[in-house]
């Protein structure tokens, strides 16, 4: 290696140990210094290492490639190869043992002295040293040496000669190699194969050539460039990497005729490539004149049948230090560490970080892989956080039927949790509208059921300059105040508010009893109020008071109400206005606020956004005027919409800017599941048809499968087909005859597939439905059950080994479709099949097809296959 960059080894079974190979031969030990200073002499190689000089060997001038002894004994024995293409064996002075010691000094000379490219020792049996030449005319190129002669079938002839006229020291030396392989060509570079002793791998000059020992006159070999730097990988022993300029060739031995991958070509030629020893997979390159080493990563995906997929490379690049590299080596046990050398041996100790690959899985828990660890996320406990999660909320409500009550509508917000108020005026707007719906539909079909659910500003919009104001006057005082007429479009805006009940009774006397039944006070009072009713609003605050629940301070604000005067300069008006701001509960703030106003100028009331929207828009439809609650309507309306606040439905009904609302509401909670089910409710055509909609019913479908709520995810499947028809698929699937093609049913030309049921194939169970066991079109008879051997079409409760019980109970039910036991199965690989119930029984207890000779694992190529329903297996 004189005049060449250096190169570096680890010690092979001492992993404190490497060797820096030059113009001479350095033996470092390598040691932490986490908790000790670096010592007088010592090379920084890492924050966390250092290594220390222990013996030099300059004795092996014109040095061109070592190679490290791969025995435990003797531990420090190295193979020089020259450039005269002599191998001498020599140590660095660790090694005192006599037994060795005729082995240092020993040279190997080839019959034509010409350059030595390559040394490989044979990792089986360790005296065994390979040798790749330069080309002599037509002597061979590689040889195979015996360092021991004992160990060799025929003893080897030796003489000892002298070096030089100066020299008395004589040496062995070794003229016959054990083998000689490669005639007329030249070795670049050679390894062992570690799955025979006997096999070697050659790069020669224009090919790769595995040569056989036991007989050395045949070889395998493949044309190629790639010839360079042969190497095997240490965990997968058919895989080989190679490399020629700028390109590495991946070779599989099965399948020698060419490369099986061929990585990303570099721009500079390539000087070395190595397999990490302790990491699958990993291969490193190092080009010329850089300080960066490029890792390719090569992951293989095994399919259930036992075969492989082209593995999938992972390309990263590493930078150890900031000069530029002349080689480096990976430490033979310590995960992903290497030792790198530059031009000037400066040397650093590198460890290459792995890739963490982060899993979320669908039920909140996080796991990571880093190397050969798996690391687990777990909780504190008295950790709330899981639960104010949207997907566990999502989850929770999944499993106790969310959405899915679609007769009392209402009640979807208690199976949320009874926790949000948004939900809860979402469900109670939504189960009005289907209410009033309904009973608009009944007076006049086809009239105004329609604009319910277009919702309050729709509904506004119908009746402009339609209503005219009137002075009512005030239970329990002397005083009139203007309101607007209920027309019939004020009417339903307020049974949508859920302040009257369905009819033209306009009393809200049955709402307020209701408020003050749930305990709502101060909400019940204000209402009262707002229906000019001051009387009702302090009984209801007294009772409030009173109860055990209630608040004592509710007393003080009664004593308050009932103080009220309409003397605009009073002294009552002046505190009221000045302490109602200190009140906590809006709905007494705004109570205060609306006695206090001028006529017409209720802003206290409506733009007070603690109070709940409903509230704030019934009162706008008692007091505005056309125009003024259009206006407000309107402005209401956006500032919803850009909110994301599910009160806003109640304006916008399901139209176009009710999905505006929701996509906020989604972009903000990313709750697609009330999302989904909300615009289910009642949305024209044309909004289900939006593709925001879809995207959120999809997700949500896939979020149920992905929980494996297979059975959740079918019912809100049949839920959707309820409300909107168009969304319910085709059948995608039926059962032909394999000898004519056709559909296997009563009447194959009068009922197309897609219309056509399983229970039209004479399997539903029912003992009067006839038996169909052979094909309509052909006649041909159907196969025959794998375990059962009774042709397809016979019902499994006729079937010997059928349960009566099972039959008794599904005879009581009235279903469209078959039974599921008596339905074909079949495996798409052998196709061999049966009835389902025979090879649900049989798959439990085994993997291969039931079917005798045939070995194919049917049951394992079903990837969801040994899945169990998540909601299955709830506690």
Known sequence: ????????????????????????????????????????????????????????????????????????????????????????????????????????????????????????????????????????????????????????????????????????????????????????????????????????????????????????????????????????????????????????????????????????????????????????????TLTRDSNIIRLYDMQHTPTPIGDETEPTIIERSVQPCDNYIASFAWHPTSQNRMIVVTPNRTMSDFTVFERISLAWSPVTSLMWACGRHLYECAEEENNDSLEKDIATKMRLRALSRYGLDTEQVWRNHILAGNEDPQLKSLWYTLHFMKQYTEDLDQKSPGNKGSLVYAGIKSIVKSSLGMVESSRHNWSGLDKQTDIQNLNEERILALQLCGWIKKGTDTDVGPFLNSLVQEGEWERAAAVALFNLDIRRAIQILNEGASSEKGDLNLNVVAMALSGYTDEKNSLWREMCSTLRLQLNNPYLCVMFAFLTSETGSYDGVLYENKVAVRDRVAFACKFLNDTQLNRYIEKLTNEMKEAGNLEGILLTGLTKDGVDLMESYVDRTGDVQTASYCMLQGSPLDVLKDERVQYWIENYRNLLDAWRFWHKRAEFDIHRSKLDPSSKPLAQVFVSCNFCGKSISYSCSSVPHQGRGFSQYGVSGSPTKSKVTSCPGCRKPLPRCALCLINMGTPVSSCPGGSKSDEKVDLSKDKKLAQFNNWFTWCHNCRHGGHAGHMLSWFRDHAECPVSACTCKCMQLDTTGNLVPAETVQP
């Open 1 to 284: 290696m004189s005049g060449t960059k250096p190169d570096i080894l680890w010690a092979p079974h001492q992993v404190d140990r490497f060797v820096v190979c030059d113009s001479e031969l350095s033996l470092y030990h390598v040691e932490s210094t986490v908790n000790s200073e670096l010592k007088a002499g010592s090379l920084r190689l890492s924050e966390d290492s250092a290594a220390t000089l222990l013996s030099i060997n300059s004795d092996t001038p014109y040095m061109k490639c070592v190679a490290w002894y791969l025995n435990y004994d003797p531990e420090c024995l190295l193979a020089v190869g020259q450039a005269n293409g002599r191998v001498v064996l020599t140590s660095l002075g660790q090694d005192h043992n006599s037994k060795f010691k005729d082995l240092i000094g020993k040279e190997f000379v080839p019959k034509h002295a010409r350059q030595c490219n390559t040394l490989a020792w044979n990792p089986l049996d360790s005296n065994w040293l390979a040798a790749g030449l330069d080309k002599h005319r037509a002597d061979f190129s590689v040889l195979i040496w015996d360092i021991c002669s004992k160990y060799t079938p025929d003893i080897v002839p030796m003489e000892k000669v002298r070096l030089s006229a100066g020299e008395t020291e004589t040496t062995l030396l070794v003229t016959k190699p054990l083998y000689e392989l490669g005639q007329n060509d030249a070795c670049l570079s050679l390894c062992w194969l570690p799955r025979d002793q006997k096999l070697l791998l050659a790069g020669m000059h224009r090919n790769l050539a595995i040569f056989d020992l036991r007989n050395t006159s045949q070889k395998m070999f493949v044309n190629t460039k790639a010839v360079q730097g042969v190497t095997v990988d240490p965990y997968f022993h058919d895989r080989v990497a190679s490399f020629y300029e700028g390109q590495v060739a991946i070779w599989d031995l099965r399948k020698f005729e060419k490369p099986v991958l061929t990585l990303t070509e570099q721009p500079k030629p390539l000087t070395k490539v190595a397999w990490c020893p302790t990491r699958t997979g990993l291969l490193a």
